[in-house]
Nanobody
Framework: QVQLVESGGSSVPLGGSLRLSCEVS????????IGWFRQAPGSEREGIAC??????????SDSIFIKGRFTISRDNARKTVVLQMSDVVQDDTGVYSC????????????????WGQGTQVIVST
């Protein structure tokens, strides 16, 4: 059974940093591209970044609201993909989810096969 479990979400002060983790089981992480997405209340799901397993390029959002503040990394041995957030702003509040795809690594969430339940991030002022 494939499972992606996100953790690390919490309340974080404006301008602070947060480290989110996505732990994968039931698949070999080396065979999958892993993306991070977020969804704010009342908004569509938004792609942040994707780390490739090597067959396709990795991808990072070029949104001015994301670029330069989020870093994705993977540890295949630990079956974990990390999203490091820095200089958080109010609009970073939302549910953050990771997803796995064998063939795709980009912003289109419908292209991902497996999803985690998400972890809540709240930016406090």
């Amino acid at each position: 059974q494939v499972q992606l479990v996100e953790s690390g979400g919490s309340s974080v002060p404006l301008g602070g940093s947060l480290r989110l983790s996505c732990e994968v089981s039931g698949i070999n992480l080396e065979d999958y591209n892993i993306g991070w997405f977020r969804q704010a209340p009342g908004s569509e799901r938004e792609g942040i970044a994707c780390t490739s397993m090597g067959q396709v390029p990795s991808w990072d959002s070029d949104s001015i609201f994301i670029k330069g503040r989020f870093t994705i990394s993977r540890d295949n041995a630990r079956k974990t993909v990390v999203l490091q957030m820095s200089d958080v702003v109010q609009d970073d509040t939302g549910v953050y989810s990771c997803a796995a795809s064998r063939l795709y690594c980009g912003r289109l969430y419908r292209m991902y096969e497996f999803w985690g339940q998400g972890t809540q991030v709240i930016v406090s002022t």
